[in-house]
């Protein structure tokens, strides 16, 4: 037992709960919205502190890293693009004491039920003792990529599916022309562009590193996907190249070779997403280069649609 | 402790008073470039400190480019950032008139 | 057909609407709509072939990727599953032959053009609906939860207007509150039982604080996506907001997917761990939604209302089902337990046929009449004799009247009560069912009224029409062919005879 | 990385379920909402990486780390169509909340 150690995790996790409730209390959006990123980042700590570094890169990434930059580009609309909001009613003396009342309430009889539970094994010596036959060494790449693959690719899908959502509140399938915004500054186009080769290199790097250690599919694409934001806020647009055809198949790619490999699985007889174990290592690594593409570009296109749709919006069909 | 841990613990130390005075800095300034000012200096030159000290702790010469590869790219990242701010605190406050503060 | 062949099939029938979603997507606009229905009909075959093998060969599991539980994950198949999984395939083709004429006439496109997407996130969430029937692990539940919930909404926005933008994204809201509460349960159950398969943790169940809470959590996180009251706020706006053949879908099926998970665990993984008080809070919640989805309903203006508040009251008979089955160790062999069980089950069914051919139905009358006020639908039997037989059969079932399906489930329900001595849920059905007859029987008046001011109709297609009453003539038809399904939902769901078959124990 | 580290942070889920439940119904503001859930699913998260850091002697367990791997991919995915939501409504009506009057 350390008591430094302890301290530090007590005072971050005092840290955690104090950004998440003041995220949630601070006043107007952008306050919230820096705090968020905060306990996200915060969280991050939380992660790697319990030993998932492989969590702590996705969250940081994706959780936080992506989230962000949505969030922080809502702020601009919210705030700017309608002159005023209404004033807000002040809430009630007795809704916040019912707030704060429910909040006290569900904790504690949370917190309850996890002092009261029991050790249980867990799966750990279970994938230990399968990771040989997995094609990979690193234990969490073997349960995502072969274990339980199936939620992966579900996963992967539900990226294909928020996407098709996105189309659908947005009122267009489909990605703007090329932008015509003027470009916000050519020292930020001029660093991303400069440091593409080392980002191209360090998502390849990530990718590569899963079979052994933490990384894998998830961190490799949204280093992708991130070097694709920066290129946009660098002031390049929807490359013209990227057809229609062209962008519904990196979309969806990832979810369909998985598709392809699984069903063809039931085709040698074997089931569903079965590897032949001779094979499972290097069909790892395909699936994984083919998911890494398509979520790193549908990550890009989330936010490519959001900015797209900000600037240009969808023709108005508020009739109702 | 040996030679090389003590000079770990008072750069990694300097580092932390380095970072601690950007954040004092930052809450404490009264406008926004000192403010900046404050953060983007005491970042860079506390980041910087605190990766020479680890660098002497780490075995393999790998290791340690990586901690400097880390600090480079955050120092890009940081200068990039600063002078996108300053560009639109630039734009935001003053207008036209964007000689006047820009020195 | 042998057993071995089971096991490709049971992939199948999430990997083939899966593959047909990709297609769709992947196709210029023009062809979405063949392929879409070319895929409806291959899922539809394979689920017919689980029926039929399933019935053969009992239940089945399957592992996935090889590795079996505790590592792997199992899907498994049982006469419940086959049941459900058939429901949502016979609901489904009719929908999709209405949608395709629905979208080729131009109707609630507008000027957008992401109507479109309608068939690859239909064919998307009918595997993630399959899946829910057959997985057996709590996480990949989880996944596939959301899979169901994320395509639920943007269907439910697809028409881009903004009364369904505002509904969709409480709907969303909703369903992450519902789908997170029900992970952090399983959290728990993880953190408890050291296992996900379903069979697993039901060998670790006991009484113990935390399963009691886990069992909280997932209850409630299903009831809010099952839209029990009062967790229902939610559903009316969406389900009434959206295109009719995405209504017809939310209400017919995507609620039935989340009921059928309360059910699952209810009788096989909280059996013996839920008490019979919570099983009464659970009927009581139902009688209240009865009551107040149904006294809402009639209050209703607008035709999509009054239809999707049925639903709220609809849903209700459903969880008059957990008081009945949740029984001490004295009376574990009675009788009423089939009955209760059946009728339960009987009532998904027919108001998953009934409700369908119901918001079918209101959108040709919207479509004809050019509005969704209840008072603008007159006189309409003359002109539109189709589609309002097609609203009167459904609307028979959905009160409960003789001989449609309707009726059996209520009948089987009502002997259960009596039988079991629980005498008190049986006024709550009758009242239940003169309520559904209240709003049935309004709009029905309205049409079959002469009336003076009657206006010119719109033409609406022929197989609009068509779709619906095939809906309907379902909703009655189950009544008469009750054995068949009946002897299907007994395989491997022995009544109060949980313990899964030899084979399938890892 | 001690024992009682991770009951620390397991016991942290508590609060943090509670704040973004309560936060999802209370917040007025869509954005705000949008926080309060992934608040709520970075609860479940936790807890679920905490119950890997109990070791029974073969490190941590990975079956958690793959679940919240893909619970965040999910969590973001509808977050960002969340948010699109919430962009068109106030882009249409000038709502930034349920119940509004445009």
């Known amino acids: ?213 933490s990384g894998g599919a998830f961190q490799a694409g949204v280093v992708l996907g991130a070097a694709g934001i920066l290129l946009r806020l660098g002031g390049l647009g929807f490359p013209d190249w990227l057809r229609p055809w062209l962008v519904r198949t990196l979309l969806l790619f990832g979810f369909a070779f998985m598709l392809l490999v699984g069903l063809s699985a039931l085709f040698a007889g074997a089931a569903f997403l079965e590897y032949p174990p001779t094979l499972a290592g290097p069909l790892i690594l395909a699936v994984e ?24 919006p969808a023709t108005a069909s508020s009739e109702s | 402790m040996t030679i090389s841990e003590g000079v770990t613990l008072i750069l990694c130390l300097a580092g932390a008073v380095f970072f601690l005075a950007g954040t004092v800095g930052l809450l404490r300034f009264p406008d926004f470039f000192s403010r900046l000012h404050a953060l983007t200096k005491a970042d860079t030159l506390g980041l910087g400190l605190i990766v020479l000290g680890l660098m002497l702790q780490v075995g393999s010469i790998a290791a340690a480019l990586k901690l400097l590869l880390i600090w480079v790219l955050a120092l890009l990242a940081s200068t990039t950032v600063c002078h996108l701010l300053g560009n639109y605190e630039l734009s935001r406050s003053s207008g036209g008139e964007k000689r006047k503060a820009g020195s | 057909m042998t057993a071995a062949a089971l096991s490709p099939l049971m992939a199948a029938a999430v990997a083939v609407p899966t593959a047909g979603a990709l297609a769709a997507f992947l196709l210029p606009n023009r062809w979405r709509a063949a392929v879409g229905l070319g895929f409806s009909v291959l899922t539809l075959l394979a689920t017919f072939a689980l029926a039929a093998g399933v019935t053969l060969h009992g239940p089945q599991d399957l592992f996935l990727g090889g590795w079996a539980p505790p590592l792997g994950i199992r899907l498994h198949l049982d006469g419940l599953a086959a049941v459900f999984l058939a429901m949502t395939a016979l609901v489904a083709i009719p929908v999709g032959i209405y949608a395709r004429t629905f979208f080729a006439a131009g109707e609630g496109s507008g000027s957008t053009d992401q109507t479109h997407l309608f068939w690859p996130l239909w064919l998307i969430l009918w595997a993630g609906m399959n899946g829910v029937y057959l997985s057996a692990d709590l996480f990949n539940l989880y996944v596939m939860i959301e899979v169901t919930g994320i395509s639920a909404v943007a269907l439910a926005v697809l028409s881009g ?346 | 990385m001690t024992a009682e580290a991770h009951e620390i942070y397991a016991l942290l889920a508590a609060p943090l379920f509670a704040v973004g439940l309560v936060g999802v119904f209370a917040c007025r503001h869509f954005l705000k909402k949008i926080i309060a859930a992934k608040i709520l699913g970075a609860s479940a998260f936790l807890l679920l990486i905490a119950l890997a850091a109990r070791d029974h002697g073969e490190g941590p367990d990975p079956v958690p780390h793959a679940m919240v791997i893909t619970g965040i991919v999910v969590a973001v995915s509808a977050a960002a169509f969340a948010l699109t939501l919430a962009r068109r409504i106030w882009q249409e009506t000038g709502q930034s909340g349920f119940g509004e009057k445009p």
Not at chain 1, 48 to 53: G, I, N, S, T
Not at chain 1, 289 to 312: K, M
Request: charged share 10%; with cysteine; aromatic share 10%.
């Open chain 1, 1 to 213: 037992m350390n008591p430094v150690a302890v301290g530090f995790d007590g005072l971050l996790a005092l840290l955690i709960l104090f950004l998440a409730v003041r995220a949630l209390t601070a006043p107007g959006l952008q306050q919230p919205v820096i705090l968020f990123i905060a306990f996200g980042l915060a969280m991050a700590l939380a992660w790697a502190r319990m030993r998932a570094p492989d969590v702590a890169l996705a969250e940081a990434a994706i959780g936080t890293g992506l989230l962000g930059v949505l969030l922080i580009d809502s702020l601009g609309l919210f705030t700017r693009s309608k002159s005023e909001t209404p004033p807000q009613p002040r809430r009630s003396r007795a809704a916040s004491i019912l707030a704060v009342g429910t909040t006290l309430l569900l904790a504690g009889g949370l917190g309850f039920a996890i002092l009261a539970m029991p050790e249980a094994e867990g799966l750990a010596a279970a994938a230990a003792e399968k990771l040989g036959a997995s094609g990979v060494d690193h234990p969490v790449t073997a349960v995502l990529l072969n274990f339980r693959s199936f939620d992966t690719w579900l996963e992967i899908g539900v990226l294909l599916i928020a996407m098709w959502g996105l189309f659908c509140a947005g009122g267009r399938e489909g990605f703007a022309p090329r932008a015509t915004e003027a470009r916000p500054g050519t020292v930020l186009g001029g660093t991303v562009q400069s440091l593409l080769p080392l980002v191209l290199l360090v998502g390849i790097y990530l990718l590569w590193l899963g079979k052994v250690d």
């Open chain 1, 289 to 312: 280069l083919a998911a890494t593409l398509s979520i790193g570009f549908t990550l890009y296109c989330f936010f490519t649609y959001l900015f797209d749709l900000r600037i240009h």
């Open chain 3, 161 to 506: 207007k903004v009364p369904a933008l505002t509904a969709g994204l409480r709907y969303l809201l909703a369903a992450l509150v519902g789908s997170l509460s029900y992970l952090m349960g399983v959290a728990l159950m993880y953190g408890t039982a050291g296992a996900l398969d379903l069979a697993l943790v039901a060998e670790a169940m006991d009484r113990q604080w935390t399963l009691r809470v886990a069992m909280g959590l997932l209850l409630v996180g299903l009831m809010v996506k099952t839209a029990l009251f009062p967790l229902h706020f939610w559903l009316p706006a969406a389900h009434s907001a959206a295109l009719p053949p995405v209504s017809a879908i939310l209400s017919a099926l995507v609620v039935k997917a989340t009921f059928y998970l309360i059910l699952r665990f209810w009788v096989e993984v909280f059996e013996g761990s839920v008490t019979i008080a919570a099983s009464q809070a659970m009927g009581g919640l139902g009688a209240a939604a009865i009551l107040w989805g149904s006294y809402q309903a009639l209050r209703q203006e607008r035709l999509k209302l009054i239809v999707a508040h049925s639903t709220v009251g609809q849903l209700g008979f459903l969880f008059l089902l957990l008081p009945l089955i949740t029984v001490d160790a004295t009376a574990a062999e009675a009788p009423w337990l089939a009955w209760a069980w059946h009728g339960g089950i009987y009532q998904a069914l027919a108001h998953a046929f009934a409700k369908a051919s119901l918001f079918l139905a209101v959108g040709i009358f919207v479509i004809a009449v050019g509005s969704d006020d209840r008072r603008a639908s007159v006189d309409l039997v003359g002109r539109l004799p189709m589609t309002t037989f097609a609203f009167g059969l459904a609307g028979m079932s959905l009160i409960g009247l003789p001989p449609s399906g309707g009726f059996v489930a209520k009948w089987m329900l009502l002997k259960a009560t009596f039988a079991s001595g629980q005498w008190w849920w049986a006024p709550v059905i009758v009242a239940g069912s003169f309520l559904t007859a209240g709003y049935v029987f309004g709009i029905l008046r309205q049409a079959f009224a002469p009336s003076e001011r009657r206006q010119p109709l719109r033409q609406v297609p022929k197989t609009l029409e068509i779709c619906a009453l095939a809906l309907a003539v379902l909703a009655i038809l189950i009544g008469f062919r009750s054995e068949e399904v009946l002897t299907l939902l007994d395989i491997g769901v022995p009544f109060a005879e949980p313990a899964p078959p030899e084979g399938s124990e890892p």
